[in-house]
């Protein structure tokens, strides 16, 4: 057990986590949109660019997030006329969805956003690739610490 909390990896995640998000929430603030309704709308976007008709499990699924939560952000979404949710004609208790025109726009500006906050903020990190590498390992482990995927 760490003597002092900036000597514990976890606590000072939490700090920089909590800085990242701060960033993130205020460039995304001029789009009307939350980090989480950025999260999914670009997942969604992404893989409808990509020729895939994903339903609410599937995106929920890629974006690592609630499945019931998703389905709330998602009816947000398509309140605001971004995506549309439609029933999938093979599973009828699944919705199917499509980024709208407008919501392919916004996604696009957000996620420009979005990266622009990223360059700036990982902007000190010595070795970048060593980055990434650290945290898709540590993006892969399952509850027992064991790598998954």
């Known amino acids: 057990m760490p003597a002092n909390p900036d000597d514990s990896p ?12 701060r960033d993130i929430a205020a460039a995304l603030a001029p789009l009307d949109l939350t980090h989480v309704q950025f999260v999914l709308l670009a997942t969604t ?7 895939g008709e994903p339903n609410q499990l599937s995106v ?14 998602l ?3 398509e309140a605001k006329a971004l995506l549309v949710r439609e029933v999938d004609p093979t599973d009828t208790r699944a919705r199917r969805l499509r980024v709208t025109e407008r ?3 916004l996604a696009q500006r957000a996620i420009a956003a979005v990266e622009q906050v990223d360059a700036e903020f990982f902007r000190a990190v010595p070795d ?16 027992r610490g064991e790598t998954t995927r």
Request: proline share 2%; net charge positive; aromatic share 10%.
């Open 10 to 21: 976890g606590f000072l995640l939490w700090h920089v986590t909590l800085r990242w998000q």
């Open 45 to 51: 976007w992404w893989l409808n660019s990509r020729g």
């Open 60 to 73: 929920a699924v890629q974006a690592g997030t609630d499945v019931k939560m998703t389905s709330q952000v």
């Open 75 to 77: 009816r947000k979404l």
């Open 103 to 105: 919501g392919a726009d």
């Open 128 to 143: 970048p690739a060593g980055l990434l590498t650290t945290l898709h390992q540590l993006a892969r482990r399952d509850d």
